[in-house]
C-alpha cells in the first residue's frame, strides 16, 4: 500500500513521498498551480499553495466566445462567486462580459461567463482569477501527535 511508503522506508526523500502524494485531494477539484509550495510543506510543515477553478474558454456561433467553470477551489462559495462575477460586469471593472449565468444542475457544476464578440476571453479569465474567488490561497500547518505532543 502506498500510504505505508515513509513507515517502510523512513529515509525516503519528500520527492520520493511526492511521486506517491503529490498533493492534497480538495473533493471540489481545482487545480494546484505550481508544486513548490507543497514540497514546501513536506519539508517543513508548513507551506502556501494557490488553487484555481476549472475554467476553458469555448467558442460559440457568430465568433463569440464563453468561458465555462465546472471545477472550484475547496471551501468556495459558488452563489458568492457568481454574484461577484456578475457585479463585476454590472460596475463595468472588467469589459467583455455580457452575462453570468449558473447552469449548475444535478449532473455536476457549470458556470458560464458568456463574452461580448471580440472580447478578450483570457485577459477576462485572468482578471477573474485576480480578483474573485476563482483562484485562493491555501496555508498549510501540518500538526502530528507524537509522543502525546503535538509537533509540527
Same mark, same amino acid.
Given at each position: 500500500?502506498?500510504?505505508l511508503k515513509r513507515i517502510e522506508k523512513p529515509?525516503?526523500? *519528500? ?13 471540489? @477539484? ?5 508544486? =513548490? ?9 508548513r507551506g502556501k499553495i494557490v488553487v484555481r @477553478? ?12 464563453? &468561458? ?13 462567486? *457568481? ?6 460586469? &454590472? ?13 449548475? =444542475?444535478?449532473? @455536476?457544476?457549470?458556470? *458560464? ?34 509522543n502525546k505532543t503535538p509537533k509540527l
Amino acid at each position: 500500500m502506498q500510504s505505508l511508503k515513509r513507515i517502510e522506508k523512513p529515509n525516503s526523500t *519528500v520527492d520520493d513521498l511526492m511521486d506517491v502524494l503529490p498533493g492534497p485531494d480538495f473533493p471540489t @477539484g481545482g487545480i494546484i498551480q505550481g508544486a =513548490d509550495g507543497i514540497k514546501k510543506a513536506y519539508e517543513s510543515g508548513r507551506g502556501k499553495i494557490v488553487v484555481r @477553478g476549472l475554467a476553458e474558454i469555448e467558442p460559440l456561433r457568430g465568433g463569440k466566445e464563453q &468561458i465555462v467553470i465546472t471545477e472550484l477551489p475547496y471551501e468556495v462559495n459558488k452563489a458568492n462567486m *457568481v454574484k461577484k462575477m456578475d457585479e463585476l460586469r &454590472i460596475e463595468r471593472k472588467v469589459e467583455g462580459i455580457s452575462e453570468v449565468r449558473d447552469e449548475t =444542475d444535478r449532473t @455536476g457544476l457549470r458556470v *458560464v461567463i458568456e463574452l461580448k464578440k471580440d472580447a478578450d476571453s483570457q485577459g477576462v479569465l485572468n482578471y477573474l482569477y485576480k480578483n474573485t474567488d476563482l483562484q485562493v490561497s491555501y496555508n498549510f500547518n501540518m500538526v502530528a501527535i507524537a509522543n502525546k505532543t503535538p509537533k509540527l
